[in-house]
Structures are given as structure tokens and as C-alpha cells.
């Protein structure tokens, strides 16, 4: 199951924490907000998501880079394939194109069998019974502006696999600015406040949805795809009730 040999440079969190566990000594460069796993050995950082050091990049001499649509912006994309760089972009809205992303991600990067945790995380998945009654929610990711999880997101499928259904997830965007009052006068079921992008806490985010139910949920389980995705049902299940 080993990377060796497969120099990679990882541009998405939680793809870092894929390869990580899969590859061991495969990674030789990430990103300045890749947490997980918490050693990530010697590999360099390489800047943020959306303004990576592209020629820090370069300088490692990648035999890959992996990235994603959303996460990253085209234009480094385009300026790494300019410098030579072969650069694998997933596209991830679904539960379902995450599983494949992974397959494909861990492929590219010298993986030559599929490792327990991605076996252990479809399980977990398959597993899932989903609430009933459905209830409705609204997910803000961001304040000032308030932006909230609109349509074709990954992390609205993770949720409506649970039985919470967006509120959101029609509209037009998939991550729509909306003003406060109108969130509050949707009248959910249930106010979710994810860690991330937005650091929602206990003193931030509740006091805005006053009288209203709601859940402070841990981003990495409910927008990363990788290794969490196994304990995810769990841990979400426990946090929306």
C-alpha cells in the first residue's frame, strides 16, 4: 500500500490527511492549513489554499499535485501545469464522487491497494439510516456577510444522508449570501454552525438565532473527505440531535 518513490504535493486538506495515512513519505509539500494528520513528517509548507507559493512548489520537484475545483483557484492550477506539474483536479459534491476522488487521489499517488479506513468509511456510510421525520435545517458557513450552504454541496448530501434536508439546497448558488432576517424568518428546524470555514463557537453564531435549535458541528466531519469520513456518521448523528 505504500507511496514510496511518488512525490506528492497536496493543496487540499483533507486529501493531505488521505494520503498521509495511505502513503506514508509521499507527501513533500501542503498547505499552511493542512492540521491533519498532526505530524506531517518533513513535507513543506507551501502556503494557503487559495494563494499557494507556486514557485515553492516547483522548487520540490512533484512528481504530483492534487487539488480540487473548489478549494483551488485556476489560475495557480494553470500556472503549475505551465511549469510542468502534473496537476489532479477531483471535483467532490457528492458522497458517492468523494469515494471515487479518493480511489482515483490515492491511485495516482502509488497507493496499490485500497486501505482499511476508505472500506471502513463506505461501511459506515451504507450503514446510515436517515432520520424521520426529515427535519429542515440552515447551514451558515460565514458571517459578515451571512452565507449559508446552498445547492450541490458535499456537505448537504452528508446531511440529507442523516435526514436533515437544507433549506437552501434549491437555490440558484451553492453558497448564497443571505441577509439574517430572512435565515431567521425560514423558521428550521435546526440551525447548524460547522467550525469551518467560519470558526462558529458557543459565543459566536448561537446569540444570532435566538429561541431557535441549534448545533455546533465539527467542520472536518461534515466537509472533509478522507479518513474522518468513517467516524463521520457517528459524530454528526451525536451533534444534530
Given at each position: 500500500m505504500s507511496g514510496k518513490g511518488v512525490?506528492?504535493?497536496?493543496?487540499?486538506p483533507s486529501l493531505t490527511e488521505a494520503v498521509a495515512v495511505s502513503a506514508p513519505g509521499a507527501l513533500v509539500g501542503v498547505t499552511d492549513w493542512c492540521t491533519h494528520p498532526a505530524d506531517l513528517g518533513v513535507a513543506v509548507r507551501v502556503g494557503?489554499?487559495?494563494?499557494p507559493d507556486v514557485e515553492a512548489v516547483v522548487d520540490l520537484r512533484p512528481d504530483l499535485v492534487i487539488a480540487n475545483e473548489e478549494e483551488n483557484r485556476g489560475p495557480d492550477l494553470d500556472a503549475l501545469r505551465a511549469a510542468g506539474l502534473d496537476v489532479l483536479v477531483t471535483g467532490i459534491r457528492t458522497l458517492d464522487q468523494a469515494f471515487a476522488e479518493l480511489d482515483r487521489v490515492l491511485a495516482a499517488c502509488g497507493v496499490r491497494s485500497r486501505p482499511a479506513w476508505l472500506d471502513?468509511?463506505?461501511a459506515a456510510w451504507e450503514a446510515v439510516i436517515p432520520d424521520e421525520p426529515p427535519r429542515t435545517a440552515v447551514v451558515p458557513i460565514w458571517r459578515r456577510p451571512w452565507m449559508v450552504l446552498g445547492s450541490d454541496t458535499f456537505a448537504g448530501d452528508l446531511l440529507a444522508r442523516l435526514g436533515v434536508r437544507n433549506v437552501y439546497?434549491?437555490?440558484?448558488e451553492r453558497y448564497p449570501r443571505v441577509p439574517l432576517d430572512e435565515l431567521?424568518?425560514?423558521?428550521p428546524d435546526l440551525v447548524v454552525l460547522p467550525d469551518e470555514p467560519y470558526r462558529f463557537t458557543h459565543d459566536d453564531g448561537p446569540e444570532a438565532f435566538p429561541g431557535?435549535?441549534?448545533?455546533l458541528v465539527d467542520g472536518r466531519h461534515l466537509t472533509w473527505y478522507g479518513p474522518s469520513l468513517a467516524e463521520a456518521p457517528r459524530v454528526l448523528r451525536a451533534a444534530l440531535r
Open positions: 512525490r506528492v504535493v497536496s493543496l487540499v494557503g489554499t487559495k494563494n471502513a468509511a463506505e439546497a434549491g437555490h440558484a431567521r424568518a425560514a423558521a431557535a435549535a441549534v448545533a
